[in-house]
């Protein structure tokens, strides 16, 4: 079997998978899982480039989602008149003050060449210009969050077209991208992979505590759809009398549409994204970040600039997992930065990577497929199967209620064997890397 059929028979057989759920169980959750898996495909697609083809590893994959996920807020939603004029002037200018503050630290960094008097100058500065910032900012805080806390309590957004916030948040993951490469990119993988864990927490946690930018734990709902809303569709007699001709209620048919509609233009990114991908591998360029990975010293004696090239290959992976980010929160119309945990946004994101093969944009894309099919149907399978095993018990013994309870656990259970079983039978992907 050549490799090119090989594939084609397991992309097959993965959207067969998606198929077979919506005859089982219904075609609402098999898009569902389409849709998902082309932001999961997106997403690894990203880690892809920054470990398979430049072997850097980034374990802060969920700060670059949350950061495509903020980028939907300050595009899209509508802003607050009442909040800006409560304390908008005064955040803007406290936080200009903290960009001031951060640009003459550097100055006087690179002006003080003495060891002592620079490190005590700057702190200084710093502990004198917090004490300044927070007098600015906090008042200015404090009245925004007070503005009708229970609906809004938040400065919102531009009000411009959600799609201008796909780009925008890859160009957010990018520039934290690029702040996190210039100081941690020199260091070892391990301390690389602690520091870019270390970054994501702080950006998630930003993002859970200021309200006044992103209403924190009560979460920013309504973000606006590039797709038509349903109730719109249900409204529209040509949609209801196109809806009948299928044998379809309208109800049904309107949600099917706007799901299909959101998987054309998830599609069409990760089409996209992977004809790039692939003109960059294939390339001389590809080619030269594949000879960094894998042996730096013989590159660096070529006269490549090691962490130059790794800069660009980890902003450029980075954005594209804030162009995910940002397309997850366009489909849930909402931002939940509760929900940012590592175990999703980034066990499982590496999990796709290294099942679909590290280094091949194909692998990765099937992975992101394959794992995230796994990762929601686990759960129901898992309960079907212990409900047939414990049949023959009596319906209240505690050992039968016991495992239905733990049915839940088996997702982790599942995915950890899965894991453990492909890199043991195929150690370097379902499509390694050629």
């Not at 010293?297 to 902003?315: E, N, P, V, W």
Request: a positive charge; hydrophobic letters at 55%.
């Amino acid at each position: 079997m050549t490799d090119n059929i090989k594939t084609y028979l397991l992309f097959a057989a993965v959207f067969l998978l998606i198929v077979i759920t919506g005859f089982i169980q219904s075609w609402n959750s098999a898009l569902f899982i389409l849709n998902m898996g082309l932001i999961s495909a997106v997403m690894s697609l990203g880690v892809n480039l920054q470990w398979g083809i430049a072997g850097l590893l980034n374990v802060g994959i969920m700060g670059f989602v949350g950061l495509g996920g903020l980028a939907t807020v300050l595009i899209s939603m509508q802003p607050v008149p009442e909040a800006w004029n409560a304390g908008g002037p005064r955040i803007l200018a406290g936080l200009l003050f903290g960009v001031l503050t951060i640009t003459l630290s550097v100055w006087v960094y690179k002006k003080i060449k003495n060891t002592r008097w620079r490190f005590i100058s700057i702190l200084i500065f710093l502990v004198c210009s917090f004490f300044v910032y927070k007098s600015i900012l906090t008042p200015g805080v404090v009245a925004v969050e007070a503005v009708n806390p229970a609906a809004t309590g938040y400065l919102g957004g531009l009000g411009l077209p959600v799609l201008l916030a796909w780009p925008v948040g890859g160009l957010m993951a990018a520039g934290a991208a690029w702040i996190i490469g210039k100081t941690a990119l020199g260091l070892r993988s391990d301390y690389l992979a602690i520091a870019t864990l270390g970054i994501s927490e702080i950006i998630i946690a930003i993002l859970r505590n200021e309200d006044w930018m992103t209403r924190g734990v009560k979460n920013v709902a309504g973000i606006p759809r590039p797709v038509p809303y349903e109730i719109d569709l249900q409204a529209s007699e040509n949609f209801v009398n196109r809806a009948a001709s299928f044998g379809l209620d309208p109800t049904t048919a309107s949600t099917l549409f706007v799901k299909i509609a959101y998987a054309g233009l998830f599609g069409l990114v990760l089409f996209v994204l992977v004809w790039l991908s692939q003109r960059a591998l294939n390339s001389p360029w590809g080619r030269m970040m594949r000879a960094i990975r894998d042996n730096e010293t013989a590159a660096q004696a070529m006269g490549k600039d090691i962490k130059s090239r790794h800069l660009q290959i980890f902003i450029l992976g980075s954005a594209v997992c804030g162009i995910a980010g940002a397309m997850m929160t366009t489909l849930d119309a909402q931002l939940t930065p509760g929900a940012y945990q590592p175990l999703r946004f980034t066990f499982l994101i590496w999990v796709m990577v290294i099942v679909g093969g590290s280094g091949s944009n194909l692998g990765s894309i099937l992975g992101g497929f394959l794992v995230w099919f796994l990762w929601v149907q686990v759960e129901p399978i898992g309960y079907w199967l212990v409900d047939l095993i414990t049949a023959p018990m009596d319906p209240e013994s505690p050992v039968r209620l016991h495992l239905l309870d733990s049915v839940a656990q088996m997702r982790l259970l599942t995915m950890g064997l899965f894991l453990l079983l492909m890199l043991r039978f195929y150690p370097r992907g379902m499509i390694p890397e050629k």
